[in-house]
């Protein structure tokens, strides 16, 4: 009943703030630099269309403009900053109907500078962000330099680009989510890995052609690697990139001069739909400790498929995604321990649950008001391990996309996930409410 009341109220107070509209802007250096409104090459942002998904492609540069002198440089063009605060309220019950502790949070979530953002001489471009969130450094989120070569308007162009960089860059369904929460498929991890396909930011290598007749865009990528860490405070394992300073490897696990790598391919069949195909292999230590005779070397591939079609042009958007996951270890005798959520006791983990994992998701997103306001629902469903039975997870969410001005947005999510709870009957479930304010200057 509690979490019902503050879902009442915190919704209630994100609608009296849908009542300011005004016209809304594109990232505001980009917004400076070419004065063009978020329609240009966004369908609701952060989600591209294919106008925005070239322009990034091409270095932050309209693909017809490859190799041409740039103009005075002006340092107003290569910066932009971001705050987002944000309410948190969180219930649940266990498969045994006792309450899970709730909680309701508002929290300062994350401040971000985007400095040496943008193109620079006739071919290059370069993307820094940094982050940080109370109580911890910066993070690097994209940290890299792009260069492109070719001639757009006869064929297509070459773009290779090195440093620290997202996962993957992509469109409709493999894009940026209309809402806070990523699909299951990319931020849960599978039984005995930490790994999982968004947010782990590596040191790589990349270099990719695009082909403007068709809209095909093929990238490979050669990357440093991920390191394993447990989290006490989180109460979880999670993996972080090797990207150089405090997230280096373990000397004495496998795997220290391991390069992981990935193929994505990003194919538009209209100006707004089209699918991707992202595939992505690496080494991760599985084990213990860190002495070397307790780890084992866990060899994984993820293969993620995904698709978006506007059934109604510039209005309704179905999206699905699909995930098949494989991990094999060198040594199956080895066991890892699992850190247990909230401050619980610990799981061991035996090598024999390691193995095959995947998961999908279908989604709706309608446009009210173009690149202003939009409304999304999603299915969700994500098996981490299928050697383990009962331990499915599935999840219900909605999620509102309101852009009230130039440099305000509004984001609020309502998730009922549910787990089954293994040999025990019933499932473990969550509902959480998650609204976001982000400004960005």
Request: glycine content about 10%; aromatic content about 12%; some cysteine.
């Amino acid at each position: 009943m509690k979490f019902k009341l503050r879902v009442s109220a915190t919704l209630a107070l994100c609608s009296m703030l849908l009542f300011a509209a005004t016209n809304s802007n594109a990232m505001p250096n980009f917004a400076r630099k070419y004065n063009k409104s978020c329609a240009m090459c966004h369908t609701e942002v952060p989600k591209l269309n294919r106008t925005g998904f070239e322009f990034r492609l091409a270095g932050y540069r309209f693909p017809e403009e490859i190799g041409q002198a740039e103009g005075e440089l002006k340092m107003s063009d290569f910066f932009a900053a971001r705050i987002q605060m944000q309410e948190n309220v969180t219930s649940g019950t266990n498969a045994n109907g006792s309450a899970v502790t709730s909680s309701n949070q508002m929290t300062f979530y994350e401040g971000t500078l985007y400095p040496l953002t943008g193109s620079w001489g006739s071919n290059f471009a370069s993307l820094v962000e940094l982050s940080m969130a109370p109580g911890g450094g910066f993070e690097v989120e994209n940290a890299y330099v792009r260069g492109v070569w070719g001639d757009a308007t006869t064929g297509g162009f070459f773009s290779g680009k090195i440093g620290v960089m997202h996962p993957q860059e992509g469109f409709g369904a493999s894009d940026r989510p209309l809402g806070n929460n990523r699909p299951l498929i990319q931020k849960q991890p599978s039984t005995g890995n930490p790994f999982y396909l968004w947010n782990i930011d590596e040191m790589a290598a990349e270099v990719g052609y695009y082909w403007p007749q068709t809209g095909t865009n093929l990238s490979a990528r050669i990357s440093n690697g991920v390191i394993w860490k447990g989290d006490p405070t989180s109460g979880t394992d999670h993996a972080d990139p090797a990207q150089g300073g405090a997230l280096m490897k373990n000397p004495n696990a496998p795997g220290l001069n391991h390069k992981n790598w990935q193929i994505v391919l990003n194919q538009y069949v209209t100006n707004d739909s089209g699918f991707s195909v992202y595939y992505y292999s690496g080494l991760i230590p599985f084990g213990d400790s860190n002495v070397a005779q307790t780890y084992t070397e866990n060899t994984f591939s993820r293969l993620a498929l995904y698709g978006n079609w506007y059934v109604i042009p510039k209005k309704l958007n179905l999206l699905t995604g699909f995930l098949s996951a494989k991990d094999t270890l060198a040594d199956p005798t080895v066991t890892g321990t699992i850190l247990g959520a909230n401050g619980g006791a610990n799981t061991t983990v035996s090598g024999s649950k390691v193995g095959s994992s995947g998961g999908y998701f279908l989604e709706a997103n309608y446009e009210v008001i173009d690149n202003q306001l939009a409304f999304g629902t999603r299915y969700d469903v994500f098996d981490p391990s299928k050697n383990i039975d009962h331990n499915t997870q599935k999840a219900i969410s909605a999620s509102v996309n309101y852009k009230p001005l130039t440099n305000v947005q509004l984001i609020g999510d309502l998730v009922h996930k549910t787990t089954e709870a293994g040999a025990t009957p019933g499932n473990n479930t969550s509902n959480q409410l998650l609204a976001r304010a982000i400004f960005i200057f």
